[in-house]
């Protein structure tokens, strides 16, 4: 922790003498993730529960009756002055997310207001409460009971929907003084939440302001299915920018299927 927050000092430093935010912002994301470019991961608790239970888990947070009834919006934060090491991204779906005010998530008098905007959020813990394990024709589903302790702008909330907070790609856009991200959730392997499989796709484009990231753009989930259990950091993903049109391609191979956009600084385009 104390490497990260002083790469960031001497980092945020050098941006204010020469003007490179963009490179010194990428340096302190792959500081923070270590190798292979994920982000540190938060306190977990239980990681591992064998005692699997059958059925299967309806999460509370997106509660179709409970949204419906709740009228507090919480605003979504799209700013972050110093990118914490814990730092994810919330997708909400088409209704919204409930946030609750402590982990007992299924209490539903216990909503805070819900989320209806991506957000930058920061989690600090992951309470892997339950496993559960139902059949699925010839082979068995598993879905988790998680709560997620993370902040928005400083406070504190709870929810069962699972953030994005796999981070497989980065690309500084020098010309827009844009960050470009590839984002995935890792949706786990039999009963190992967070174990491998990264799916659910995302882009995510960011504007360097004020030494800091200020969120510009979120995709929804890409029309792709990656299909391997690991990403592959040096062969699943290539790119290539037309300095005559000033666009970003880029082109993400999974298992069977392949993904290709093309980002102009304001739109995303698939290609296929």
């Not at 989930?221 to 000033?246: C, M, S, V, W």
Request: aromatic share 12%; proline share 3%.
């Amino acid at each position: 922790m104390y490497a990260i927050a002083g790469c960031m000092v001497q980092c945020f430093n050098v941006a204010r003498r020469t003007g490179l935010i963009l490179f010194c912002f990428i340096t302190m994301l792959l500081n923070a993730g270590g190798g292979n470019g994920a982000l540190a991961q938060a306190f977990v608790v239980s990681p591992f529960n064998f005692n699997i239970q059958r059925g299967s888990y309806m999460p509370a947070s997106t509660n179709a009756q409970a949204l419906a009834r709740t009228k507090r919006e919480i605003t979504p934060q799209i700013f972050a002055q110093k990118p914490d090491a814990s730092l994810s991204l919330l997708f909400p779906g088409a209704g919204g997310i409930l946030l609750f005010n402590s982990k007992n998530v299924k209490d539903l008098t216990n909503v805070a207001g819900k989320l209806t905007s991506p957000s930058l959020v920061v989690v600090d813990t992951i309470y892997h409460n339950q496993v559960y394990r139902q059949k699925a024709g010839a082979a068995d589903k598993y879905t988790f009971d998680m709560c997620y302790a993370l902040r928005i702008d400083g406070k504190r909330y709870y929810t069962d929907f699972r953030p994005h907070s796999f981070i497989s790609f980065r690309q500084s856009l020098a010309h827009h003084r844009q960050l470009f991200m590839v984002i995935a959730q890792m949706t786990g392997h039999d009963m190992y939440a967070d174990k491998g499989y990264p799916g659910h796709f995302r882009i995510a484009v960011f504007d360097m302001q004020n030494d800091g990231i200020k969120l510009h753009f979120a995709s929804e989930e890409l029309p792709f299915h990656y299909g391997r259990e690991f990403f592959d950091d040096n062969g699943a993903i290539k790119t290539a920018y037309n300095t005559q049109e000033q666009s970003f391609g880029i082109e993400i191979k999974g298992l069977n299927e392949t993904y290709k956009g093309v980002w102009d600084g304001k739109v995303l385009k698939h290609l296929n």
